[in-house]
């Protein structure tokens, strides 16, 4: 039995199957927590509206930010790189994109409830990739960055 072969391959296998067990775990944990956060914050609104409604009495505007670094773990990094080679949808990154979505806009929606605000409008929706490596410039990571105007206007609350 050629114990080098083995070596070889598990060098291969063993990264692909810690990604795929830590790369699930930590995702679903991810999702459980995106899901409670946005219960919490369900009551503050947020519109991508530039303009607020005639008759609502504004107080108080603050620019509020939420940003999100998300990255994806190796095993869907290696699909991603078969997807690259053979084409189609590149599902593994649409879960990271839209767990990274949905960070950054509760991250700004916290920092808007922590300014005692009722609602933001004009929200903004940032996105770069962070960190690419290999000869195809395979995304490892991505931010997302929203933003939005926060007020006081007593009509939205709840």
Same mark, same amino acid.
């Given at each position: ?57 504004? #107080? ?50 916290? #920092? ?47």
């Amino acid at each position: 039995m050629d114990y080098e072969f083995l070596l070889n391959v598990g060098l291969i296998v063993v990264p692909l199957l810690l990604g795929f067990i830590f790369g699930q775990w930590n995702e679903k944990r991810h999702y459980k927590s995106i899901l409670r956060r946005e219960a919490e914050l369900r009551t503050l609104m947020a519109f991508s509206s530039r303009h607020i409604p005639k008759g609502i009495e504004v #107080s108080d505007p603050h620019l509020v930010i939420g940003s999100a670094v998300i990255s994806v773990d190796y095993f869907k990094t290696f699909l991603a790189s078969l997807r690259g080679i053979f084409g189609g949808t590149m599902s593994s990154y649409e879960t990271l994109l839209e767990r990274s979505r949905r960070e950054a806009i509760l991250r700004m929606k916290q #920092s808007a409830r922590d300014l005692g605000a009722d609602v933001v409008f004009n929200v903004r929706l940032e996105t770069c990739p962070v960190f690419a490596s290999g000869g195809q410039n395979t995304t490892r990571s991505i931010e997302v960055m929203a933003y939005g105007t926060a007020i006081k206007a007593p009509v939205f609350r709840g």
